[in-house]
């Protein structure tokens, strides 16, 4: 077994994301581990803002999760559209490799907190609009999408006894499952050979 070139992973998601990043990682050296028959390195940092990736560093895949914006409740869909348009393009101008954008499980079990401002319904329509949005930007963008929300849903919040905050045991390792199965679709073309990516 030969080392490989170690995969460069920065991603912006909220520290209670950690779990699903961190099992990410893991799946994904398992997966190019079985497959090619040599050994990988992922590392994989969190970010509090698109700002604070470091792109001197090529990271091979940058990680946005919409998550973070459910709870921005200064800011319009109006403003965050618009500032995430603005880091996208920061991001693919200063030669990020493949950049994805992270849905929001769309089930919330109940207000958040005393000082919650959205009733449930509210909250699940602002994390509906975020779902919409990422999709649009990856069609006017170009950049890939993660879609937590529709993995999850296909299974169900009871059985994976969480919301769109993602906690609990099962729900990170699953929204982890479908982290790399996206950018195993589509993300590492130039890195990973064709032949491994299929297997």
């Given at each position: 077994?030969?080392?490989?070139?170690?995969?460069?992973?920065?991603?912006?998601?909220?520290?209670?994301?950690?779990?699903?990043?961190?099992?990410?990682?893991?799946?994904?050296?398992?997966?190019?581990?079985?497959?090619?028959?040599?050994?990988?390195?992922?590392?994989?940092?969190?970010?509090?803002?698109?700002?604070?990736?470091?792109?001197?560093?090529?990271?091979?895949?940058?990680?946005?999760?919409?998550?973070?914006?459910?709870?921005?409740?200064?800011?319009?869909?109006?403003?965050?559209?618009?500032r995430l348009r603005r880091n996208i393009s920061s991001l693919l101008e200063g030669g990020a490799?493949?950049?994805?954008?992270?849905?929001?499980?769309?089930?919330?079990?109940?207000?958040?907190?005393?000082?919650?401002?959205?009733?449930?319904?509210?909250?699940?329509e602002r994390i509906r609009r975020l779902n919409l949005l990422a999709a649009q930007l990856s069609?006017?963008?170009?950049?890939?999408?993660?879609?937590?929300?529709?993995?999850?849903?296909?299974?169900?919040?009871?059985?994976?006894?969480?919301?769109?905050?993602?906690?609990?045991?099962?729900?990170?390792?699953?929204?982890?499952?479908?982290?790399?199965?996206?950018?195993?679709?589509?993300?590492?073309?130039?890195?990973?050979?064709?032949?491994?990516?299929?297997?």
């Amino acid at each position: 077994m030969e080392l490989s070139t170690p995969l460069f992973i920065e991603a912006v998601m909220g520290e209670a994301e950690r779990p699903v990043l961190d099992a990410a990682s893991e799946q994904l050296c398992e997966c190019l581990n079985a497959a090619s028959g040599d050994t990988w390195a992922v590392q994989a940092r969190l970010r509090e803002s698109p700002e604070a990736i470091d792109l001197s560093a090529r990271p091979s895949i940058v990680i946005l999760s919409l998550a973070t914006e459910v709870a921005r409740e200064n800011e319009s869909m109006a403003q965050i559209e618009a500032r995430l348009r603005r880091n996208i393009s920061s991001l693919l101008e200063g030669g990020a490799g493949s950049v994805f954008l992270c849905t929001v499980f769309r089930f919330v079990a109940r207000a958040t907190g005393a000082h919650d401002r959205y009733s449930v319904p509210e909250r699940v329509e602002r994390i509906r609009r975020l779902n919409l949005l990422a999709a649009q930007l990856s069609h006017d963008m170009g950049v890939g999408v993660i879609d937590i929300d529709r993995t999850l849903a296909h299974i169900g919040a009871r059985a994976l006894g969480t919301d769109y905050r993602l906690a609990g045991r099962i729900g990170p390792e699953v929204a982890a499952h479908a982290v790399v199965s996206a950018i195993l679709a589509v993300g590492f073309d130039d890195i990973v050979q064709p032949a491994v990516l299929e297997r």
